[in-house]
């Protein structure tokens, strides 16, 4: 069965203090791994895909790297609006939904 | 443009009383998802669409739960008999076809069941 683990579940940073948020996965055939941020309240917004290993993606502050086992989400010197709870999720080959994690929260103070 | 809208934002029912869930996707997505999201849980995969059809219900939690696509637009998820572990925020999503990776979400519909 295809296992999505996000870690840690929670993350207080101070603004300015970059850190990282993992997903590792146990999937047969990936086809995709999908990071989504979610506002209290509101649905998961997309931000990257990532096809293979090796693979990174930016946008703005967040960077999103790929390994054959885990991804990770680096937050490069992060601001109060980047506070949101952060979901890593995969879709394999021959089938059509994604598969979440259960989601990093993730809190910045200014 | 327009992204994906679900109705109500907000549900309150009673227990085993029937809801009616509606998810308008994107204009032109013929691919549609409903997913639960329950307190403690993830995101959790209900169902999905390809134009009106439905291939893949394994993942409908109970037979209580049944879902419709008409026009290729429009879809609602019907719930019977409502339980207090229905409780729960659901989900739709959209993409251009099944075989597009992304899938593009809605706000959700809270529904609580007294």
């Known amino acids: 069965e295809d296992q999505v683990t996000q870690s840690p579940e929670a993350l207080r940073l101070q603004e300015g203090e970059s850190s990282s948020l993992n997903c590792s996965y146990t999937?047969?055939?990936?086809?995709?791994l999908f990071w989504y941020r979610q506002d209290p309240g509101k649905g998961p917004e997309f931000l990257f895909t990532l096809y293979s290993a090796g693979e990174e993606k930016e946008k703005e502050r967040l960077k999103a790297t790929l390994t054959k086992k885990e991804s990770f989400l680096h937050i490069t010197a992060p601001k109060p609006e980047d506070s949101a709870t952060y979901l890593c999720?995969?879709?394999?080959?021959?089938?059509?939904?994604?598969?979440f994690g259960a989601g990093t929260t993730v809190t910045v103070r200014a | 443009g327009a992204g994906v809208s679900q109705s109500p934002s907000n549900k309150v029912t009673e227990k085993g009383k029937d809801v009616e869930l509606r998810c308008d996707p994107i204009s032109g997505h013929t691919a549609l998802y409903w997913y639960r999201q329950s307190l403690g849980q993830g995101l959790e995969f209900l169902i999905y669409?390809?134009?009106?059809?439905?291939?893949?219900k394994s993942g409908l939690p109970s037979d209580r739960f049944s879902a419709e696509r008409t026009g290729g637009s429009v879809s609602t998820l019907t719930i019977q008999r409502t339980q207090q572990e229905d409780s729960a925020v659901y989900l739709c999503?959209?993409?251009?076809?099944?075989?597009?990776?992304?899938?593009?979400f809605g706000p959700g519909t809270r529904l609580t069941v007294l």
């Open positions: 999720a995969v879709r394999v080959s021959n089938d059509y939904k994604l598969s």
């Open positions: 669409f390809q134009g009106n059809s439905a291939p893949d």
């Open positions: 999937v047969s055939g990936l086809r995709g």
């Open positions: 999503a959209s993409s251009p076809s099944v075989s597009y990776n992304e899938q593009f």
